[in-house]
């Protein structure tokens, strides 16, 4: 799949200052942690920048935004949120679904924070569908795209795989980062990986 590079505007970097005042105003909690709702409601925002910040090329008449996990308040803040608003032009449409499959034909699939343990087998599915998945406090840095994390003070960031985006055709600014998140190592992961299955084989050849 190919894609059109988006490009940088001042519009752009106006709109960009704008949600990082949103993000500051909803993190000022005089020092109280942040409650699970102001959590979701910074995650509801943080998506939907992330939804400007990339293009699909197949984007013509919305752009659709699937959800697993419905019961997450994650899932409630967006389908409170998100319908009605715009990007690029186009409307964002939300659905829910009840499997990976379901969502290949979606621009987006949001997994919630209950089905984190799946992200592997969803990236799977999704491999080769243009579909941007997003988790919440997902373990598997490898298969994971963008990826929301909550700390134990209440702190929301992201981390971002972008070599996963980049894979799958989608587009995406180069400042993405600048909305407060992290990009994996991704050589570091797979090193990682590498090591642990070695140590598993070695325990195998001692047990024989």
């Known amino acids: 799949m190919s894609a059109t590079p988006f490009k940088k505007t ?3 970097f106006v709109r960009r200052n704008v949600a990082v ?6 993190l000022l909690c005089i020092g109280a942690p942040v409650s699970a709702q102001t959590a979701s409601q910074i995650k509801g925002a943080y998506i939907y920048n992330f939804i400007r910040s990339c293009q699909w090329s197949d984007a013509e ?3 659709v935004v699937a959800l ?4 997450d308040a994650l899932s409630r803040e967006l389908v409170a949120s998100l319908p009605g ?3 690029h032009g186009l409307p964002i449409r939300v659905v829910s679904v009840d499997s990976a499959r379901q969502a290949r034909s979606a621009h987006l699939l949001i997994l919630g924070h209950s089905e984190a343990a799946q992200a592997h087998d969803v990236a799977q599915a999704l491999l080769g569908s243009g579909t941007l998945l997003i988790t919440d406090g997902s373990d598997e840095a490898a ?13 929301v960031r992201f981390e971002a795989n972008l070599a996963n985006i ?5 587009t995406v ?6 909305l407060g998140g992290t990009e994996i190592d991704v050589a570091k992961v797979y090193r990682e990986m590498g090591a642990t299955l070695a140590d598993q084989r070695q325990d195998i050849e001692r047990q024989q």
């Open 85 to 87: 608003r715009m990007a």
């Open 166 to 170: 980049v894979a799958e055709g989608i």
């Open 173 to 178: 600014t180069d400042d993405i980062l600048e």
């Open 61 to 63: 008449e919305a752009l």
């Open 10 to 12: 001042g519009e752009w």
């Open 68 to 71: 697993m996990g419905r019961e």
């Open 143 to 155: 298969a994971t795209m963008i990826n929301l994390t909550t700390s134990a003070a209440g702190r």
């Open 21 to 26: 005042l949103y993000f500051a105003a909803a």
